[in-house]
T-cell receptor
């Protein structure tokens, strides 16, 4: 079973700060990387995906991928209390169909 | 429109009941998935349908029976469940069946409680 590792947190940041969420993966052949946000009691919501090395920005979110280091991160700028949620990192499996999920990082943005 | 719908939102059933969960998407996606998620755990893949054919069954007990009547609909038939099957059941869809370069979108889920 290929592994996707995330710090479970909670990661606490003040409102307006940058939240940095990290994820490492063990399968060097992985090609697709996804970040999902999940509020308590709700379903996962896709917020970012990245397929190439480097940065990808969408609004307040930036995904960063470094395949050499097998590392993907999510930056949330100008964090808001509404960003408080669990963030799941997911990586395509080598079987092709499945996503391997990390256990998620709990983010708490304090006013 | 990136909406996947699921019914019912909540379901309580006894161990001898038979019930079904339903999922629908109108995004033209050709792959649909069932996941199970327990509290404070990530989603676990159960089944994958690609082009209406079952592509993956992750060694799921036979008390869970999936069905894909057409490319927009996915059902999960439940029979003789155990209390430990209580969880959030998530449906997802994607344009194609491979996870590579292929985003999966989740529905709101069905919260299942087995008494």
């Amino acid at each position: 079973q290929k592994e996707v590792e995330q710090n479970s947190g909670p990661l606490s940041v003040p409102e307006g700060a940058i939240a940095s969420l990290n994820c490492t993966y063990s399968d060097r052949g992985s090609q697709s990387f996804f970040w999902y946000r999940q509020y308590s009691g709700k379903s996962p919501e896709l917020i970012m995906f990245i397929y190439s090395n480097g940065d990808k920005e969408d609004g307040r979110f930036t995904a960063q991928l470094n395949k050499a280091s097998q590392y993907v991160s999510l930056l949330i700028r100008d964090s808001q209390p509404s960003d408080s949620a669990t963030y799941l990192c997911a990586v395509n499996s080598n079987s092709g169909y499945a996503l391997n999920f990390g256990k998620g990082t709990s983010l708490l943005v304090t006013p | 429109d990136t909406e996947v719908t699921q019914t019912p939102k909540h379901l309580v059933m006894g161990m001898t009941n038979k019930k079904s969960l339903k999922c629908e998407q109108h995004m033209g996606h050709r792959a649909m998935y069932w996941y199970k998620q327990k509290a404070k755990k990530p989603p676990e893949l159960m089944f994958v349908y690609s082009y209406e054919k079952l592509s993956i069954n992750e060694s799921v007990p036979s008390r869970f029976s999936p069905e894909c009547p057409n490319s927009s609909l996915l059902n999960l038939h439940l029979h003789a469940l155990q209390p430990e099957d209580s969880a959030l059941y998530l449906c997802a869809s994607s344009q194609a069946g491979l996870a590579t370069y292929n985003e999966q979108f989740f529905g709101p889920g069905t919260r299942l409680t087995v008494l």
